[in-house]
């Protein structure tokens, strides 16, 4: 049984006891705090997908944060123009939550 559900505005396919990184959900959470997300666009129990115009009505998807707050892999931007002395780098890391799917409801 998988669902895909849209968090902060991404899609993801939640599975049940799988890991997820999304985006940082805020300074409110913390370390094992229980999060139930409702925008589930596809329910497939098994063989039988239900799709949602635009979510499925009922579903629901239970995760608890295990680690508020991972950077993710740094990401480095350089500019250049060349022969005019224009050079610019610039780094960034992203930030992430770490949750563990703990259910899929119909």
């Known amino acids: 049984m998988y669902a895909i559900v849209e968090i902060k505005g991404q899609q993801f396919k939640a599975e049940e006891g799988k890991f997820l990184y999304v985006h940082h959900l805020g300074d409110e959470v913390k370390e094992g705090d229980a999060i139930t997300f409702d925008k589930v666009l596809l329910l497939d ?7 949602g115009a635009p979510a499925v009505e009922g579903a629901k998807v239970n995760c608890e944060v295990l680690v508020p707050m991972v950077k993710g892999d ?3 931007i350089f500019k250049k123009k060349r022969r005019k002395g224009y050079r610019r780098k610039n780094g960034h890391r992203q930030q992430f939550s770490k949750i563990l799917v703990k259910s899929i409801e119909k």
């Open 45 to 51: 129990a098994d063989g039988d997908v239900s799709v």
């Open 74 to 76: 740094k990401v480095i």
